[in-house]
């Protein structure tokens, strides 16, 4: 990278709240390189066919598995990426509100058939980490329907959020004693280290900046405190490749994706120190990361 497209790159993680701003504390080989870093936490470098589907103009190779930029590639390529990605998703989150009631009844019976085991081994390895008796203040994001408050203890106080205005009233009906907030993940509207304990199941596989995620859970975490996750990775063998195709369809219906690291992606930051499990054949993973003190 040259001295002068260091500006650049500082503006674009300015406007973006990209990874740039660890990208230009190391030696990075070409602008390329950089590029990438930004695509890969708009989750467009992982889908080239994300690329085509928003209609950009950014050429990718793929090297071994991993869709990688083409140079040259200019500020306003990335910036219209980041646009068109974020309208994907503003449109996917208009669908459910449209839609909700018929995408939640297929989210509930799957999880009669597959979810409610999996979130009970999660739950099992949460509560052999938090006792049950402990009085800790928990927030669960992207709660939807708040299926997993089955497996809240009494002890804990747990607060819900979720980004969509139709879920208030069926909280009302259906958990009238949880505190609800309807916000954003990648802006959580709570203060700093405010609480013990952060949930998320099938959460990462929506999100469209990880990166952002990570430093708003970081922020509202208190110091010591635990991040427990659920969710869809990709699996091994043919059965990836079968996620990898129907990953269109998949992100239509439901408004997420079936495949992504998320394990590998959270493993490699540094604010949290992390243990994962397998789930579901290597279809899904739960993990745990502890904020640093």
């Known amino acids: 990278?040259?001295?002068?497209?260091?500006?650049?790159?500082?503006?674009?993680?300015?406007?973006?709240?990209?990874?740039?701003?660890?990208?230009?504390?190391?030696?990075?080989?070409?602008?390329?390189?950089?590029?990438?870093i930004v695509l890969e936490a708009v989750d467009i470098r992982t889908d080239p066919r994300l690329l085509r589907q928003y209609a950009t103009r950014i050429p990718v190779v793929e090297v071994e598995g991993i869709y990688v930029l083409?140079?040259?590639?200019?500020?306003?390529?990335?910036?219209?990426?980041?646009?068109?990605?974020?309208?994907?998703?503003?449109?996917?989150?208009?669908?459910?509100?449209?839609?909700w009631?018929?995408?939640?009844?297929?989210?509930?019976?799957?999880?009669?058939?597959?979810?409610?085991?999996?979130?009970?081994?999660?739950?099992?390895?949460?509560?052999?980490?938090h006792p049950s008796d402990r009085p800790l203040r928990c927030l669960e994001l992207a709660v939807g329907?708040?299926?997993?408050?089955?497996?809240?203890?009494?002890?804990?106080?747990?607060?819900?959020?979720?980004?969509?205005?139709?879920?208030?009233?069926?909280?009302?009906?259906?958990?009238?004693?949880?505190?609800?907030?309807?916000g954003d993940v990648h802006a959580l509207p709570f203060r700093d280290a405010s609480f013990d304990l952060v949930l998320s199941s099938f959460t990462l596989c929506a999100v469209w900046n990880l990166e952002r995620v990570v430093e708003e859970v970081d922020r509202v975490l208190r110091p010591g405190g635990a991040w427990w996750w659920l969710d869809h990775v990709r699996g091994p063998g043919l059965m990836g490749w079968v996620q990898r195709a129907v990953r269109p369809i998949w992100f239509a219906v439901l408004g997420c994706f079936p495949d992504r690291p998320v394990g590998a992606w959270l493993r490699a930051d540094p604010r949290f120190r992390w243990r994962v499990w397998p789930l579901g054949g290597g279809l899904l993973q739960m993990g745990a990361g502890v904020k640093a003190d």
Not at 102 to 119: I, M, P, T
Not at 156 to 170: E, G, N, Q, R
Request: some cysteine.
């Open 1 to 36: 990278m040259t001295r002068d497209d260091r500006p650049v790159l500082v503006r674009l993680y300015e406007d973006e709240n990209c990874r740039l701003c660890e990208a230009l504390k190391v030696d990075l080989v070409s602008r390329a390189e950089a590029w990438g």
């Open 70 to 99: 083409e140079a040259p590639v200019s500020a306003a390529d990335v910036r219209r990426a980041v646009r068109q990605v974020r309208r994907g998703y503003r449109r996917q989150r208009r669908i459910y509100e449209t839609h």
């Open 101 to 129: 009631r018929w995408v939640s009844g297929l989210e509930a019976l799957w999880d009669r058939r597959y979810g409610h085991r999996w979130r009970r081994r999660w739950f099992q390895q949460i509560l052999q980490a």
């Open 145 to 182: 329907a708040g299926r997993n408050r089955a497996f809240y203890p009494p002890a804990w106080t747990v607060v819900w959020l979720d980004a969509s205005s139709l879920w208030p009233a069926v909280w009302k009906r259906q958990a009238p004693g949880v505190p609800a907030v309807v």
